[in-house]
C-alpha cells in the first residue's frame, strides 16, 4: 500500500517563479533607484511583440 503522505514537493513551475523573483529581487537591491519596465522585461526574457498597423 503506497503512503499518502509520500509526496513531491518539488514543483518545475514553482521553482521557476521563485527563481525569477530572486533575480528580480536581487537587481532591485543592487539598484540605486527603481527598475524601469525594461529593465524587468530584460530580466524576465520578456520579448516585446511589435506593434502592427
Do not use: K, N, W, Y
Request: charged share 30%; aromatic share 2%.
Amino acid at each position: 500500500m503506497s503512503d499518502p503522505f509520500d509526496v513531491t514537493l518539488e514543483d518545475g513551475d514553482l521553482l521557476g517563479e521563485v527563481e525569477m523573483t530572486t533575480m528580480l529581487i536581487v537587481a532591485a537591491s543592487e539598484s540605486d533607484d527603481r527598475l524601469s519596465q525594461d529593465e524587468i522585461d530584460r530580466l524576465l526574457g520578456v520579448v516585446p511583440i511589435p506593434h502592427q498597423r
